[in-house]
């Protein structure tokens, strides 16, 4: 049996370089820190398409192994309301950096990797006759005059390095130009096409590895040595764990392939052995970080987040196979209850599962249902350390760190905003959550052109297969003048109609 077992979905390869940060990281104590502080230190962890119920966090899976997350989550407060503000990656870092919805820098799909640049959106030149709406051409890089997260905490004394997958511009877009000191292994966009050793760029080489080591193996080591180095020094760290899983191509461990193998039941949703072996694999990396805090005495003085950019994907790839071992056709994984995944503005695309973990400080073993959204996490963690943000800064995103103590969230209001066609998403949408009521907008869907309108109750309808659109006309008006002033305010580029479709004159039909 073959050590390396893929799924034959391949994303564009971005080059990998080390930059300024050239190699792995080294362990010698930083005699250069100079101010003290008595700030915790701060790991973020996000994961790529890890879904809601990818985990053991929500009762949600049988499948799926994830111990080290379990630990984790444990220690303090798991969030079962936690929101991105987009359905795909790039748009979701963009607001975790800013605090701000991605519509305000044209980032609105998962294309800011490279390729020229481009720091406005704006509607394609020409759309295909089949079609609708004229989709948006999304900005591609995240401007360098955005103030960030990472930037706010240097200006109060943290060591910053940020470890693994960015995708949100190569230099002079790459975590340097955005508040980091270190930046593993400095590359643009997303990992390549395999996530085992051998790699075949050959500046990862430069990472300390065996054959076979799986990536998240190898760069958790890494954040390992940045917490050793920064653990004893007179500066607190902030560690930006970013994974390049569970992302495709999906790659696993022949040992994980072959433990999830035997455990597969073909009539459970979730049965994807490779990619269980990811999930196994992400896990590792989770222990090896906590393992590294613990030996370096710093676990109760760190701060620590989880959550993923967006939701687990259910539709790539939808009937390939997994290879001769498996000779099947094996979907991703399944968000359920949640609808849908990764690519679509349904619960499955922007739940994602989430934890605040400060163990003596936040309450351990506790959990919450308040609303919480990825641009609310620049704010929340100012107020958690303590540190003040600038009095000229303007954002999106809210403190709620009320709500990790057992409080109310003031955020009754989510935006979002995907005006792209892809994956599980049918055509250009935006959506709008207050209360209990969300409201979808496709743009220009129906046959005439005119937007197709959808509006779940989400406490009575959890799984969103009721469209109440038509039964409550005056919470769709209300509700649409929402999101037509999140669009105004965060001057979002619009979809438009398509010319070249021929159905214009046809009567107004839904079409789902």
């Known amino acids: 049996m073959k050590s390396l ?11 990998i370089v080390f930059g300024k940060n050239d190699g792995p990281v080294d362990a010698t104590p930083d005699s250069s820190s100079v101010a003290s502080s008595s700030k915790p230190n701060i790991v973020f962890i996000l994961a790529d398409d890890l879904g809601w119920s990818d985990t053991t966090l929500y009762g949600t899976t049988q499948y799926y192994e994830t111990p080290h997350i379990q630990a984790l989550a444990d220690r303090g407060v798991l969030l079962s309301q936690a929101y991105t503000a987009s359905p795909v990656c790039s748009p979701t870092r963009a607001s975790i950096m800013s605090g701000n919805w991605p519509a305000r820098y044209g980032l609105t799909q998962a294309r800011a990797g490279g390729g020229a640049v481009r720091l406005e959106a704006k509607p394609v030149e020409k759309e295909t006759s089949n079609r609708t709406t004229r989709e948006l051409i999304t900005a591609n890089r995240f401007p360098t005059d955005v103030y960030t997260l990472a930037e706010f905490l240097q200006d109060n004394g943290y060591s910053t390095g940020h470890f693994g997958k960015w995708h949100l ?10 508040g980091f000191d270190v930046d593993v292994p400095h590359t643009s966009g ?6 085992l050793a051998p790699w075949s760029n050959s500046d990862l ?15 958790a080591l890494e954040a390992a040595k940045f917490i050793e180095k920064h653990a004893n020094g007179n500066q607190p760290f902030f560690l930006n764990y970013w994974a390049f899983s569970i992302h495709s191509p999906w790659y696993s461990k022949e040992s994980y392939a072959n433990y999830f193998l035997e455990k597969r039941d073909p009539m459970n949703p979730q049965s994807n052995p490779i990619y269980a072996g990811m999930v196994k694999s992400f896990d590792d990396a989770i222990g ?17 987040v989880f959550t ?31 609808r849908d995944g990764k690519g679509s503005l349904y619960e499955g695309g922007v739940r994602v599962p989430t934890a605040f973990i400060w163990p003596n400080k936040l309450p351990s073993g506790s959990s919450t249902d308040e609303v ?14 303590e540190a003040e943000m600038p009095e000229e800064l303007s954002i999106d995103g809210m403190d709620l760190s009320k709500i990790l103590f057992g409080g109310k969230s003031d955020r009754d209001e989510q935006f979002y905003y995907y005006p792209h066609y892809s994956g599980m998403n049918p055509g250009p949408v935006a959506g709008v959550r207050v209360g209990e009521w969300k409201l979808l907008r496709y743009f220009h869907a129906n046959l005439d052109q005119s937007h197709l309108i959808e509006l779940y109750n989400l406490n009575n309808d959890i799984i969103e297969k009721q469209n109440l659109a038509n039964r409550y006309p005056d919470i769709v008006e209300r509700l649409s003048m929402k999101l037509d ?8 580029a619009l979809p438009l109609p398509n010319p070249a479709y021929p159905s214009q004159k046809l009567e107004k039909v839904q079409w789902r």
Do not use: Q, R
């Open 288 to 304: 090896t970080i906590v393992e590294a805090l613990e030996a370096a005495g710093v676990m109760e003085d760190t701060l620590i």
């Open 308 to 338: 993923s950019d967006n939701g687990g994907n259910t539709w790539g790839p939808p009937a390939e196979k997994t290879g001769p071992v498996f000779g099947a056709d094996i979907p991703g994984t399944c968000n359920f209850p949640l």
């Open 169 to 178: 511009g190569a230099e002079p877009y790459s975590p340097y130009e955005h």
């Open 190 to 195: 997303g990992f390549g096409n395999n996530f």
């Open 5 to 15: 077992i893929p799924f034959t979905l391949f994303l564009s390869t971005a080059c």
């Open 485 to 492: 002033g999140y669009l105004k305010d965060t001057k979002a």
């Open 372 to 385: 919480f959204n990825s641009v609310d996490y620049f704010p929340t963690i100012a107020a958690l350390i």
């Open 205 to 219: 080489h430069k990472l300390p590895h065996k054959e076979g080591d799986h990536i998240e193996d190898v760069m």
